[in-house]
């Protein structure tokens, strides 16, 4: 408990560092927190959006608000990845009045170094996440590939964390509905 | 319904980050929106500082106008004391405002 207490406090410290930093305009600062959080927020962005370059369209206007309106971060994750939320709902809010991308798979997973099979399953995976209703999805993809809480979920999607518990759950019986077994 | 063996699968796989170029883009972009920011805080100071030196210069008419002591205008408006006439305080304001301006230009490299 102890050494989790002080990994903590030496993340908060280095978190108020960054933010110091970036309000200063350093653009390492920026480059450091891209290069900890950026694959995270892409992921959640394009989970929501479903489309690659929304979802960098979302990454890269979510770390240029950093810049524009500095602030205290005191959890940069937490923050940067509400932040892409709030933003790719925006992007899909539009999208949809256009009435566009019904069905649609979602580019979350690298096979590039799988077997066949398993490059298959992915594929099958991406198909199903895609056709997941969005609050699941995001869900979803934070508790599965980010390693979450649902209690990290709640703040960040603006729920609570039995609300968030509940979609992750009817999330993961779709998907497992829609993959089948054979995965 | 039990699905904790179906969540380690999912598990499994890989995620993909961003392209490698997007990290590039942003920076980019960054060092722009930086520069933008430091030449519109030099404008605001700018403007702050020529807002009050010509506040200065129009007190020290008035002063003159009113026959306050050249040394009386100068304490006021933060310039030198150059000559026992009116309309010298007027022009130490002046020059104090040009200085000033003189001043900021020299530090954005535009002189």
Same mark, same amino acid.
């Given at each position: 408990v102890s050494i989790a207490i002080q990994v903590n406090r030496a993340a908060v410290h280095e978190a108020r560092d960054l933010s110091a930093r970036l309000a200063a305009g350093h653009l390492s600062a920026l480059a450091a927190l891209y290069d900890r959080y950026g694959g995270a927020v892409y992921r959640l962005a394009l989970a929501i959006v479903r489309e690659e370059p929304d979802a960098e369209d979302v990454l890269q206007e979510v770390f240029l608000e950093l810049l524009r309106t500095p602030r205290d971060l005191r959890d940069p994750r937490a923050y940067l990845l509400a932040a892409a939320r709030r933003r790719a709902v925006s992007v899909l809010r539009r999208r949809r009045t256009k009435n566009t991308h019904a069905d649609r798979t979602i580019a979350?997973?690298?096979?590039? +170094?799988?077997?066949p099979a398993d490059a298959a399953a992915a594929r099958q995976i991406e198909h199903a996440l895609g056709r997941l209703p969005v609050e699941q999805r995001q869900v979803v993809v934070l508790r599965i590939y980010e390693g979450l809480s649902f209690a990290e979920i709640a703040r960040i999607v603006r729920t609570n964390a039995n609300t968030a518990a509940s979609r992750y759950r009817y999330g993961i019986a779709r998907l497992r509905e829609l993959v089948g077994d054979g995965i | 319904m039990e699905h904790r063996g179906f969540e380690n699968r999912l598990r499994e796989f890989r995620t993909k980050g961003p392209p490698v170029a997007a990290r590039e883009r942003l920076l980019t972009r960054a060092q722009d929106a930086v520069a933008d920011r430091r030449v519109r805080q030099w404008r605001a100071r700018r403007l702050g500082l020529a807002m009050a030196a010509a506040f200065a210069v129009a007190l020290a008419a008035n002063l003159a106008v009113n026959q306050v002591t050249d040394a009386r205008i100068a304490a006021l408006t933060g310039g030198?004391?150059? +000559?026992?006439?009116?309309g010298a305080a007027i022009a130490a304001a002046m020059h104090q405002r040009a200085r000033m301006l003189s001043m900021l230009d020299h530090e954005r490299g535009w002189d």
């Open positions: 979350l997973l690298d096979s590039t +170094a799988l077997d | 030198p004391v150059i +000559a026992q006439h009116d």
